[in-house]
């Protein structure tokens, strides 16, 4: 089996958001050579690059996905791919030249069962990702989403859409750092383009009232990352 057909068969059950902090206007650059020095060696151990990502008119962020098929994989990839390959040993020292800090990552759990990798890894343009924050109301917030949130995104054809938790297990291999968060939802979000992106967002702006009531007085902070694919499919 070829590595983006194991990729696409790949039920995700941890994922990392990573965003990574570069040097001015190394964005382009480092991209290039993420993906030319790193994404394939890491597929083959079991760390699935799912998404390569810029942040539209700034240049000095690198945003990606990465996902596993459990914590245990995680893991043995961790080991595997920092400690022993040949891939880091040859080019780490070149990706960490151009960036200045790699440690806003999160880690993530499907908030249902799991995800396949095909979910994630899109064709599509934009991806927006929104992480709420909620002070001691998670599974109020979870209900909400649930009952009439999903729903209405739903109802406006918003249906690309993931929902993940903090992954809790504790982190073993803390020379990666990562925010485990007991009160976070996130969701991903994947629209074709900007014309659609920008329709759809004035939607959930116009959502009910009642709605925007709840979601006010249940969620403590909102912050939303928009996201340009730069890999499709």
């Known amino acids: 089996m070829n590595n983006s057909a194991q990729q696409n068969s790949e039920n995700i059950q941890v994922l990392e958001i990573r965003n990574y902090l570069l040097k001015p206007n190394l964005t382009d650059k480092f991209g290039d050579y993420f ?7 890491m597929n083959e151990l079991g760390g699935y690059t799912l998404g390569e990502f810029k942040i539209n008119n ?24 920092y400690l022993n390959s040949t891939t880091w040993k040859e ?4 990706a960490n030249e151009m960036m200045i800090n790699s440690d806003n990552v999160y880690l993530l759990r499907p ?15 934009f991806t ?26 739903k109802n406006s054809e918003i249906e690309d859409i993931t929902l993940w938790v903090s992954e809790m297990t504790e982190n073993d291999f803390p020379r990666l750092p990562v925010f ?8 991903i979000t994947h629209y074709k383009d900007e014309n659609e992106f920008y329709t759809k967002q004035k939607e959930i702006d116009n959502m009910p009232d009642d709605l925007k009531k709840s979601m006010l007085e ?4 909102h912050n939303k990352l928009v996201l340009l694919n730069l890999r499709k499919g």
């Open 35 to 41: 993906h030319s020095k790193f994404v394939s060696p």
């Open 58 to 81: 700034v240049n000095d962020r690198f945003v990606w996905f990465r996902g596993f098929a459990n914590m245990k994989t995680r893991f043995q990839f961790l080991n595997d791919f």
């Open 91 to 94: 080019h780490g020292k070149g």
């Open 111 to 125: 908030l249902k069962g799991e995800i396949n990798s095909k979910l994630l890894k899109t064709d599509k343009t």
């Open 128 to 153: 927006v990702v929104d992480f709420y924050i909620c002070n001691s109301t998670l599974e109020k917030v979870i209900d909400l989403f649930d009952t009439t949130y999903i729903p209405f995104l």
């Open 180 to 187: 485990q968060d007991k009160n976070l939802l996130v969701s």
């Open 218 to 221: 249940l969620v403590t902070i």
